[in-house]
């Protein structure tokens, strides 16, 4: 059972990415965690100087990397309460 103050702050989640600006502040979060990205920016200079043939890699740092996750698991969370309150909504 979810307490009442957590589904009154779902419903407000979910009401705002219903609106244009919630579905602009969405699809911004989307480009700025790079969602769709499945290499790290190091990975992908390593492919490009692979390509190049030339032997320069670069390690993947590991705070970056933790930033990264970190950005993207936020975004995950606020896509979640997005789909918790749409189905809250339909229990009705």
């Known amino acids: ?3 009442k103050e957590q589904l009154v702050f779902i419903s407000h989640v979910t ?3 219903k609106t244009k ?4 502040f969405l699809e911004y979060l989307r480009k700025v ?5 499945t290499l790290e920016p190091e990975e ?6 692979e390509s190049a043939g030339l032997a320069s890699r670069m ?13 993207r698991a936020a ?6 309460l997005q789909k918790q309150g749409e189905r ?3 229990s009705k």
Request: aromatic share 10%.
């Open 1 to 3: 059972m979810i307490p």
């Open 15 to 17: 009401n705002f990415l």
């Open 21 to 24: 600006s919630g579905i602009q």
């Open 33 to 37: 965690c790079h969602i769709e990205d």
């Open 44 to 49: 992908v200079y390593n492919k490009e100087m």
């Open 59 to 71: 390690p993947i740092d590991p705070l970056a990397l933790a930033k990264r996750q970190g950005m």
């Open 75 to 80: 975004y995950f969370k606020i896509v979640a």
């Open 88 to 90: 809250e909504e339909d």
